[in-house]
C-alpha cells in the first residue's frame, strides 16, 4: 500500500454545514442586535430634544441656534442628531473665524 491511499483526502472529510438551528440563532441575533440600536437611537433623540426646551440665551452660550435644534431633530433616525448639530455648530463659527479675519 502506498502512501497515498492511506492518507485521508481532504475532499472526502466531513465538511460542517449549517443547520436550520445555527441560522434561526443567527437571524435571532441580528433581528435583537438591530432592536437594540434602534431602541438606543430613540433614547439619543429624546435626550436631544430636551434641547428644545433650553432657552434661546443659553442655546446661543454654546452656539446654537433654535433652527439648528429643529434641523437636527427632523434628521432621520440613523443619524445622530447631536453630532450633526456639533457639526452645524463647529462650521458657524468657522465662518465666523474667516468673517473676523477679513
Known amino acids: 500500500m502506498s502512501t497515498y491511499q492511506n492518507s485521508a483526502s481532504p475532499c472526502c472529510e466531513a465538511v460542517a454545514r449549517p443547520n436550520f438551528r445555527t441560522g434561526f440563532l443567527s437571524l435571532a441575533t441580528s433581528v435583537l442586535h438591530g432592536l437594540r ?3 438606543e437611537r430613540r433614547q439619543q433623540r ?10 434661546d440665551r443659553i442655546l446661543d ?4 441656534t ?12 440613523q ?5 450633526a448639530v456639533r ?5 458657524r463659527r468657522a465662518a465666523e473665524r ?3 479675519r477679513r
Request: charged share 30%.
Open 79 to 83: 443619524i445622530n442628531a447631536s453630532l
Open 66 to 77: 433654535r433652527r439648528d435644534i429643529e434641523y437636527a431633530a427632523g434628521l432621520p433616525m
Open 98 to 100: 474667516r468673517i473676523r
Open 87 to 91: 457639526q452645524i455648530a463647529a462650521d
Open 46 to 55: 429624546r435626550t436631544f430634544m430636551t434641547m428644545a426646551a433650553l432657552d
Open 61 to 64: 452660550d454654546i452656539g446654537l
Open 37 to 39: 440600536r434602534r431602541i
